[in-house]
């Protein structure tokens, strides 16, 4: 079974910049299109970006992009999301999973993310 661990989140106020990470433990990790979510109070997940199976393209939602990067390490089987120019809106608990993941996958703890005004 896949492991998920999310890390990076803080408290940041709004204009700064947090960057977050995810170890997996996917043998096939650099095969694999992974993706961030976040889930803010009160609301469903929601995906924010992704990164292809080859690791040369990605997509992200149209609230964070030219804000937010998303990249990875194969070596170190790793996800990050790189976030600038935060806004309060951005506040949520942030998680990474294989892209299109749903309820029936796996989720880790997630990492939380507080961006105040």
């Known amino acids: 079974q896949v492991q998920l661990v999310e890390s990076g989140g803080g408290l940041v106020q709004a204009g700064g910049s947090l960057r977050l990470s995810c170890v997996i433990s996917a043998r096939n990790f650099c095969d694999l299109p992974w993706a961030w979510f976040r889930q803010a109070p009160g609301k469903e997940r929601e995906f924010v970006a992704t990164?292809?199976?080859?690791?040369?393209?990605?997509r992200y939602s149209v609230s964070v992009e030219d804000r937010f990067t998303i990249g990875r390490d194969c070596r170190k089987k790793l996800v990050f999301l790189e976030m600038t120019a935060l806004t309060p809106e951005d506040t949520a608990v942030y998680y990474c999973n294989i892209d299109g993941a749903d309820q029936s996958n796996t989720w880790g703890q997630g990492t939380q993310v507080t961006v105040s005004s």
């Open positions: 990164i292809s199976g080859s690791g040369r393209n990605s």
